[in-house]
C-alpha cells in the first residue's frame, strides 16, 4: 500500500509519538495512554505461552467497550459452534480494557500497542492470527498492513460512514480508502453505508449485515435476575428509569418530575457513581427537598411512591430498564446520547436529548416513532406528564420501540458464519 498519505503517516508518526510522550506528564489522559502500554509484550507474551491455542486464531479489536459491544454476540455464536477457536482482544482506550479485561472467552486482553511498523511486527509475530475482526473504526494502518502482509484475513463489522466523517474530507479520502481495500469483507450496518463503500471509496466487498448489537442487547435482555429483589418494589406502579445521567440531564429532569401532579416512580442512574459525583447528586437531592435511597442501602421499609431510588452500583443498566414504563437516556445534553438500544428492547418508549445524530440507532428509534427528543424542561415535563397518565400512548410507543429492535437483529449471524466458511478453509487448506 503506497498511498502518499500512508506514507506521511508512517515515517511522521514516531516523531509525533516522541514528542506526545514529552508533554504526557503534563496531560492525564496522555500520562495514562503511554502508562497502560509499558510491558504490555512482555504481558501478552506470558499470557500466550501459558495456555494450548487452537490452530484457528481470531483477533478482536475495538476501540471501546461500546465497539466491543458490537462483537460479543459474534464471539459467543463462534464459541457455541467452535469452542476451540482463540480469541485475542484488544482496546485502544483504558475505559474499554478496564471493563473488559476479565472476558472469559479471550487468551488474552491487552492494549492496542501505538501504531508503529516495529510494534505491528512484534504484535502479529505474537498473535499470529489466522483473522482480525474489527469493530466499527479505529484503523491503524501499520497494524493493519502487517496483517495483511502475514496473510491475516481482514474482516471490519458494523462499519458506518456518518455524514461529516473525514471519511469524506478531500485531503483524507485516498488514505482512507488505500486502508478500506486492505479489507477482504466489509459488513456494514445499513445499505446506505454499503453504497457509500462501493460507490465513493470503491469496495465491492462491502455487504449490509446490520448492526450486531441489536442480537447482543435482545440476547442480554433475556435474564433480568439481577433486579429479582427490586421487582416486587415496583409491581402494578408506573416507573421511570433514567440510566446514564448527567447533571445537565438532572437539571431538567428533577424540577419536571417534582412538578408533575401524578409522577411515576423514579429510579436514578447516574452514568458515574465515583465518590465525588454521588456527594454532588445526594446534595442536589437534598437541596430540592427530594426523598432518595441509594440501592447500596434498600431495605423491606423502601417506598418508592415517596423515595427515588438511586443506582450508586455499575453492572446492571440494561436489566432495570425492564422494570420501567418509559425511559430517559442521559447525554443528550453533552457530547451525545447514551445506549438507546437497552431500554427500547425491553417495549417502552424512550425520550433523550438534542444530541443524538453521531447514534444511528437514537435516529431510527426517533423515526420510528419509539423515542421522543426533549428541548428543554418544558418539553420534558409534558412527556413525562403524557406517558404516565396515557397508558395506551405509551404501550403504542412502547411497541414502536421494541419492534425497531427485532426487526434488525441477525447481523450476528451473517458474520460468524462467514468466520465459520473462512476457518473451515483455512483448517483444511492447513
Not at 459491544?69 to 483504558?94: G, N, Y
Not at 442480554?220 to 427490586?230: A, G, M
Not at 456527594?279 to 426523598?291: F, G, K, T, V
Request: hydrophobic share 40%.
Amino acid at each position: 500500500m503506497n498511498n502518499f498519505a500512508v506514507v506521511l503517516y508512517t515515517i511522521f508518526l514516531p516523531v509525533f509519538l516522541g514528542i506526545t510522550r514529552l508533554f504526557s506528564p503534563l496531560h492525564p489522559k496522555l500520562k495514562t495512554f503511554f502508562r497502560v502500554r509499558k510491558g504490555v509484550f512482555e504481558e501478552l507474551k506470558q499470557k500466550i505461552d501459558t495456555p494450548p491455542f487452537s490452530s484457528f486464531r481470531v483477533w478482536v479489536h475495538a476501540a471501546s467497550v461500546g465497539e466491543f459491544e458490537q462483537a460479543r454476540p459474534i464471539i459467543a455464536a463462534l464459541k457455541a459452534s467452535h469452542p476451540e477457536i482463540t480469541f485475542f482482544v484488544s482496546f485502544l482506550s483504558d475505559s474499554g480494557y478496564n471493563a473488559r479485561k476479565n472476558f472469559p472467552d479471550a487468551a488474552a486482553v491487552f492494549y492496542l500497542p501505538t501504531d508503529t511498523r516495529g510494534n505491528a511486527r512484534k504484535l502479529i509475530s505474537l498473535l499470529k492470527p489466522d483473522m482480525l475482526l474489527l469493530m466499527r473504526y479505529d484503523f491503524w494502518p501499520n497494524h493493519l498492513v502487517e496483517a495483511k502482509k502475514r496473510g491475516t484475513k481482514l474482516i471490519l463489522a458494523a462499519a458506518v460512514l456518518q455524514k461529516n466523517a473525514s471519511y469524506f474530507n478531500p485531503l483524507l479520502k485516498g488514505f482512507y480508502q488505500s486502508l478500506f481495500h486492505l479489507f477482504d469483507n466489509i459488513y456494514t450496518v445499513s445499505s446506505k453505508d454499503t453504497v457509500a463503500f462501493r460507490q465513493i471509496f470503491r469496495c465491492e466487498r462491502a455487504e449490509t449485515a446490520g448492526d450486531p448489537r441489536f442480537d447482543q442487547v435482545l440476547l442480554r435482555s433475556s435474564d433480568t435476575s439481577k433486579v429479582d429483589h427490586l421487582k416486587p418494589f415496583y409491581k402494578n406502579r408506573t416507573v421511570l428509569v433514567a440510566g446514564s445521567v448527567w447533571d445537565r440531564d438532572e437539571m431538567l429532569l428533577l424540577p419536571a418530575w417534582s412538578e408533575l401532579e401524578e409522577r411515576p416512580s423514579l429510579v436514578l442512574v447516574p452514568h458515574q457513581v465515583n465518590p465525588e459525583n454521588m456527594a454532588r447528586l445526594y446534595q442536589e437531592l437534598h437541596n430540592r427537598s427530594l426523598a432518595y435511597l441509594p440501592v447500596s442501602a434498600l431495605n423491606d421499609n423502601f417506598n418508592p411512591e415517596q423515595e427515588i431510588l438511586v443506582i450508586d452500583q455499575t453492572g446492571y443498566l440494561l436489566e432495570l430498564y425492564s422494570i420501567a414504563s418509559f425511559a430517559y437516556v442521559g447525554g443528550g445534553f453533552g457530547v451525545n446520547v447514551h445506549n438507546t438500544l437497552e431500554p427500547a428492547v425491553y417495549n417502552i418508549p424512550v425520550l433523550f436529548g438534542p444530541r443524538y445524530h453521531n447514534s444511528p440507532e437514537a435516529e431510527g428509534l426517533v423515526a420510528a416513532g419509539g423515542a421522543t427528543v426533549i428541548h428543554d424542561q418544558r418539553e420534558l415535563a409534558t412527556e413525562l406528564k403524557r406517558l404516565t397518565g396515557n397508558t395506551a400512548q405509551r404501550v403504542e410507543r412502547g411497541r414502536a420501540a421494541s419492534a425497531f429492535v427485532q426487526e434488525r437483529t441477525g447481523a450476528t449471524a451473517i458474520i460468524a458464519e462467514s468466520i465459520e466458511r473462512y476457518s473451515a478453509r483455512r483448517l483444511t487448506d492447513g
